[in-house]
Each structure stands twice: as C-alpha cells, then as structure tokens.
C-alpha cells in the first residue's frame, strides 16, 4: 500500500511538471531565440541554456513516469535507465550553476556598473555555460559507473530497477560522491547565490532614480531564485549528507528528489522576472488572448443583438399576416 501510495505521488508529481514545464519553457526558448536573432545580452545566453536543459529533462521525463508507473519497476530497454539518470540528475545541478550565473550577473550589473559595462561580452557567458556543463555532467557521470561497476552482485531485485539499490562495493564509490555533489554542485552556488541577490537588492533600493516596480521585481527575482534553491534542490542535496553519515540513502530521498522535478516548471518564473524578452513576450501573448477574447464577445453580442432583433421582426410579421 506504502509503495503504491509513493508510486501514485510520483507519476502526479511527474505529470504537473511535464504539463506545466513544457509549454512555459518552449515559450521562453522561442524568446530566446528571437532575442538571438537581436542581439543577446550574457544573461540571454545563461537563460537559454538554461531552457535547453530543462527541456531536455521534460523530454526524458516520460521515462520516469513509465517507472512509476510501473511500481518503480525499470521494464524499457536497459540502456535507457542510465540514460535517463544521467539526463535526470544533470538539469538538477546544470540550475544551479546557471542560476548562480544570473545572480552573479545581476550583482555585477549594480555594483560595478561602469567597469562591468565596459567589460561585458556574450563571449564570456559562452564560455562559462561550456564550463557550467562540463562540470555538471562530468560529475554526473557517477550514474553510468554505478550501473556497470561491481554489478553482477546484484539481486534479482536490484536488477529490475534503475539506480535505487546498491551493493557495499557500490556504496564505497557512491556516496563520498554525493557528498562531493552537495559541497561543490550545491553549498558553493547557493552561498555565492545569496551573497550576490542579497547585496544585489541592497545596492538596487540605494539608488535613488529605480523605479518601485523595478525594485519588486528585484525582490522578487532575488527570492524566487533563492525559494527554488532552498526548496527544489535544499532536500536533495541534504539526503547526500545524511547518506554519507549513515551509510545508506534515507528513505525519504526519492521525496526530496520529486521536489527536484518542480525545478523545471518554477524556472520560467525566473525567467520572467530575468528577462525582459520573456516579459514582453508573455505580455504581448496575453494582449493577443484578451484582443481575441473582447472580439469574439463583440461578434457574438452583436450577432445575439441581430438574431434578437430578426426574430422580433418576424414575430411582429407574423402576428400583423395573422391579424
């Protein structure tokens, strides 16, 4: 009953993200990429990989809603399980490290604003998007060692599902791993996160000709970036420790792990808070509905008043013929 329970929260969870995440992140991608037909600013370029990454994740997500589906029982061709792991596990920390980007952007942005203005190339973020990957999937690459090293040991149970069930020699390996992934893929990016939106929204509510609504929406970046830090990847990234220290994974690792998944859907927020692409984008998608919607309530109290109007008349006809 435990285990069904678990199953059912999990194929939901899965089917929210990829039903909100998808059509919001495609929207951004199609903002980004007419901006690049413009001209890209470094936080575009950060942003678009960004998207890319969570795009692909919600592509390999109908994997892991046929794994829960299936009572976490891996029964699609094998090597999609490692696969679908690496792909996973790498959008989990490929945010982290973008989002970090943007922060450190923004704090640039403001408290060095002549000097960073003068200095300031799409190049650069190029180059560090190219790092930010290899980075993050250099270390992920933890999921395919697991997969094939010592796995003959394996019961049949292990054997049926996909990256859950470890042996001691596995474990040896695992686990100082995941205890690397918290410190370097996780504490370093989220404290130079928080150093940076911190001083980021001091410095912006200083300044004397920001606009109240730029200073929201500062705010609100700030928090947005840190509430998906704390929430989506905080929970995760502790059951790393808690791993370490008992030797095995608690529990409630694959809870914390669905907190994950919602990354995909909260990042457009961020992005509309990031980008003033997406903003005007999603505005003008917005005026397009509201403009559709006033004129198909014009044509139909125009036609209704019409049809009223008709039928009076031939009532008026009728009673007149009959009269």
């Known amino acids: ?67 829960a589906a299936d009572g976490l029982q891996w029964n699609l061709p094998k090597f999609l399980c490692p696969l679908s792991g690496f792909i996973f596990y790498t959008t989990i920390y490929n945010s982290t490290f973008f989002l970090m980007g943007v922060s450190v952007e923004r704090y640039l942005g403001v408290a060095f604003p002549i000097k960073y203005k003068l200095h300031r190339r799409p190049l650069y973020a190029v180059i560090a998007s190219v790092i930010f990957w290899l980075f993050s999937l250099s270390h992920i690459s933890i999921v395919y060692i697991m997969e094939y090293h010592n796995s003959t040991d394996s019961t049949e149970h292990s054997k049926n599902s996909c990256y859950k069930d470890f042996n001691e020699e596995q474990l040896k390996i695992l686990l100082p791993v995941r205890l690397e992934l918290f410190v370097v893929l996780f504490c370093i990016p989220f404290l130079i996160c928080v150093f940076c939106y911190v001083n980021f929204v001091r410095i912006l509510c200083k ?88 004129l198909t309530c014009c044509y139909r109290y125009f036609y209704c008043q019409q049809w009223s109007c008709t039928g009076s008349e031939e009532v008026t006809q009728s009673s007149n013929e009959t009269s």
């Open 1 to 67: 009953m435990e285990v069904k329970l678990d199953t059912t929260l999990m194929l939901a969870v899965y089917i929210i993200t990829f039903v909100t995440g998808l059509p919001a992140n495609l929207l951004a991608f199609y903002a980004f990429i007419q901006k690049f037909r413009q001209k890209p600013t470094p936080i575009d370029i950060l942003l678009l990989n960004l998207t890319i990454s969570d795009l692909i994740f919600l592509i390999f997500l109908p994997f892991k809603m046929k794994e």
């Open 207 to 294: 300044l004397p000709h920001i606009s109240p609504q730029r200073r929201r929406r500062a705010v609100g970046l700030s928090l947005g970036t840190l509430l998906v830090y704390v929430l989506c990847f905080g929970p995760y990234n502790v059951s790393h420790v808690v791993g370490y220290v008992y030797r095995k994974s608690p529990d409630w690792r694959h809870f914390a792990l669905l907190l994950s998944t919602f990354n995909a859907c909260l990042d457009p927020i961020i992005f509309y808070f990031s980008s003033s692409t997406v903003r005007k984008l999603l505005n003008n998608i917005l005026k397009r509905m509201v403009g559709n919607l006033q």
